[in-house]
């Protein structure tokens, strides 16, 4: 486990000091493709360290977002921490953080004084709201993410409240563009041998997937109604009812959906003159939706999945978690992987969503026990022993 | 318009055979960072161009996917096609696609034969479920793959229905990993000298969002329940009202909720012996819902986003896409911006999620007429005048 990673990305060194959620994820992206990132947490870790339900004593949780780096303790409070960091700074490609804006200058690293110490660094921030504007100083959390976002706003049913997604995505996605503007900040870099400032705000990253949804209201000034499970514009579409449950159909277009009526021996309702345009179905909503469920009711999900994919229909069934870690699909693509934690227990996570076939994503280092990296990394950085102990017995670097 | 882009991509070609969604996200990604991105769309064009609403012609559901790009007009199914595109091929850095597995081979385009013509070429594909798996022929669309991916399961009132998220969220997700697989491969072959294969799946980029849902399960064998806009583990939290409409506050925990009970002279709360714990006051919910809500019903939206964001309480409006447009924060991080129709209109949409202050994304090129790049290209690709007008007049190529 010990020996260099072989991802794309292998020879990047990556200073993370980012905790929880969104910068975790970003640099355990980085650290899956190769990156050294070297997590540096505060003597009493990052706090995900005691969340969630524990196994033999570690949070997976934690190793769900820290895979693949190595953790250093380092009292930034200390002028003594706040050396080593720079020291650290001085050969590495890319710092990233998540705090809230204004924090890093605190630390006495702002634009200027990082850009001295390594004009070569790449400073990578993922925070709320960004780094200008009105809103500069509001405390960030995904839940309002997705509630100033809009991205709530139009998810639900048309009679119910607003709806936010379960997992916490305005983190996760701000994670991900920060990694990509990260790697397209490295490319820059070839030319012009300089780093940059990369930013990611939360809401922007929810915002950005708003897509057709956005043109629509700039084209006609319509704020979006909420659709629930159905298809604003299309019907038939939606969940309809098999012998043991419901399925999910996307009959996106007239194409599919005389593929999907056909299937179910429907095919007459296409030309049947009260059904035989979108506006006419959509309005007819009920009566069309009695006619499918009463034919499909009469076979099993299974049977339905196989006969409508195999003409081409979109569908599936809405699987929770259970059934998703059963399905042999999700095998087969190993999104379900295992990683050792650092003189730990192996523990199950999702896998790696970037295939890649010459140097792929793997689990080139275990999820790092707390300061389990501080000794060799900064004997990397040219600390010799006695240095090392020093700053371990003043408190001001954990060996862990 | 037509100068070249001065991102951090810039200089690198990309090939893009994508339509609809998910690709063309990708790639308009890589050319908001630089790329020189070109679409190679079929004689009739990509069919996004004909939908949404259309602004003096102009789709702007196009135009949000595709600015930054020029269009080349390829008929694949001819042998003469064929050829132009492994010409361009031979020259390029990337090819992104976003067929379904087996299209690519089908025009003669297999792994083997891109390697032979270009083996530095980064080969990047988007999809439904993955290349491999029992489901590899399956037909992919958005709302599949929330149901099979687990998204939709978790998202929801308990006592509803599993709930979609309206924006087409799994194309997107897959399109923004893709990109930054790519970047991470061209990284790589800096090192290699040789490309490599790409590939994202739809279910899979949104099951790498489940988090701590996921490591939950892992952990507890239990499926994670449907909440609503409900915390799981902790109350207070939600949507509360105020005189006109409610807002969402995210005390995630004690400390910060000992911050906006003291807010609203309610701290008493904390010491209470019916409320003292987190599970007596999620046992409470309705008894402090009141108690809160009566509260904060005397004073208006604006006044408690003021006084609770000051005191560090994470909270904010639902806000609709009228509202989020018309946001001061959303205006001062340019997250609407104007790119125009290459000889049309100037159209609104979405900014750049990504920002960097060295090389800033920006529209380096307008949105393309379909085919109005064909002549250029084939010009920088080596085709003479005389061999472009045949190719046009045999109808290998639509010169917009």
Redesign the interface.
Known sequence: MAEPAK??????RVIDLTRV?SGPFCTM?LGD??ADVIKIEPPKGDPVRA?????DGH???F???NRNKRSVVLDLYRDEGRAVLRRLLADADVLVENFRPGTLARLGLDEAALKDLNPRLIVASVNG??S????V?????????Q???????????PD??????????SD???G??????V??????????G????????M???L???????????????Q??A????D?PLVYP?G?FRCADGQI?V?N?HDQ?LTRFLETLDLGWIMSDPRYDTNPKRMAARDELRDLIDSRMEGRSREYWLDVL?AA??????????????A???????E?VIEAPWQDGPA?????F???????PCAVHRPVPRLGGGTGEVLAEAGYDARTIAKLARDGVIGLG
């Open positions: 991802g794309p990305l292998s020879g990047l959620l992206i493709l190769g969340q969630g339900t524990m196994t949070s997976g949780y190793a769900g977002f709201y960004g200008t504007g009105p809103y100083d509001r405390p960030a959390f995904d839940f309002i993410a509630a100033m976002s809009g991205f709530m706003g139009v998810n639900g049913q119910g409240p607003p709806m936010r997604a379960a997992p916490p995505v996760l996605i701000a991900i563009y920060a990694a990509l503007g790697l397209a900040a490295v490319i820059g870099r070839e030319k012009t300089q780093g940059q400032a990369v930013e990611v705000a809401v922007n990253g915002l950005s997937l708003m897509a057709y949804l956005s043109s629509e209201y700039f084209a006609t000034g704020v979006p909420r659709t629930g499970n298809h579409y969940l999910a996307a996106s599919i994919n081409g229909v979109p569908c599936g069934v809405v699987q929770d978690l259970a059934q998703v870690f399905d042999p699909q999700i095998a087969a693509q999104m523990l199950k996570m999702l896998g969503p970037i295939k890649l076939d010459g140097t």
